[in-house]
């Protein structure tokens, strides 16, 4: 069975202060690890899709990066707008069209 | 605009009412799903859809039904037999292996 564990569950970080979120997995025959962001009350939002260990995507503040075994969320002088629940999912090889999720991680970011 | 639209935004419900949440997308995908959100929780998964009239169940599908007579729409029948409603529920819908979710519907009973 996926499995997938963020950490920390919440993160409070004043504005410019770099910082990682993490996110551990284990999964037979990984397709992809997905980064979503999601505010209060809305749909998770998509970020950025992993496919294989070494990869790297990037986009404003954010960078993502991926192991064989976890997956870290670099926020680069974060801004109050980046607060929100960032949410980690992966795809398993024998899992088809299945997306298991980890629980998130709350970030704060305080002016 | 191309999206995934969940309608209504909130819903009440009394006890033993049956309720059937809207869920449509106009970006062609084949997937659609449906997952539900309690506090503190991940995702978990109800059902879901790769092609029109055929749906398989996921994680926790007691107490919920599907249909998918179209392939736009994936519409979720929350019935009485599912005893603990109250959450926030997400449809998605996919054609690659990335999901792209509607705003959500929360359901109260009361």
């Known amino acids: 069975e996926d499995q997938v564990t963020q950490s920390p569950e919440a993160l409070r970080l004043q504005e410019g202060e770099s910082s990682s979120l993490n996110c551990s997995y284990t999964?037979?025959?990984?397709?992809?690890l997905f980064w979503y962001r999601q505010d209060p009350g809305k749909g998770p939002e998509f970020l950025f899709t992993l496919y294989s260990a070494g990869e790297e995507k990037e986009k404003e503040r954010l960078k993502a990066t991926l192991t064989k075994k976890e997956s870290f969320l670099h926020i680069t002088a974060p801004k109050p707008e980046d607060s929100a629940t960032y949410l980690c999912a992966v795809r398993g090889g024998g899992s088809n069209y299945k997306l298991t999720f980890g629980k998130g991680t709350l970030l704060t970011v305080n002016p | 605009d191309g999206g995934i639209t969940q309608s209504p935004k909130y819903l009440f419900r009394k006890e033993g009412q049956n309720v059937t949440l809207s869920c449509e997308q106009n970006?062609?995908?084949?997937?659609m799903y449906w997952y539900r959100q309690d506090p503190g929780q991940g995702l978990r998964l109800i059902y879901y859809?790769?092609?029109?009239?055929?749906?398989q169940k996921g994680d926790i599908a007691e107490g919920y039904s599907v249909s998918r007579e179209k392939k736009e729409s994936f519409p979720l029948t929350v019935t009485s037999a599912q005893k603990n409603p109250t959450a926030f529920y997400l449809c998605?819908?996919?054609?690659?292996?990335?999901?792209?979710f509607g705003q959500g519907t929360r359901l109260t009973v009361v």
């Open positions: 999964v037979s025959g990984l397709r992809g």
């Open positions: 998605a819908s996919s054609i690659h292996i990335e999901a792209f």
């Open positions: 859809s790769q092609i029109v009239n055929d749906f």
């Open positions: 970006l062609n995908h084949d997937a």
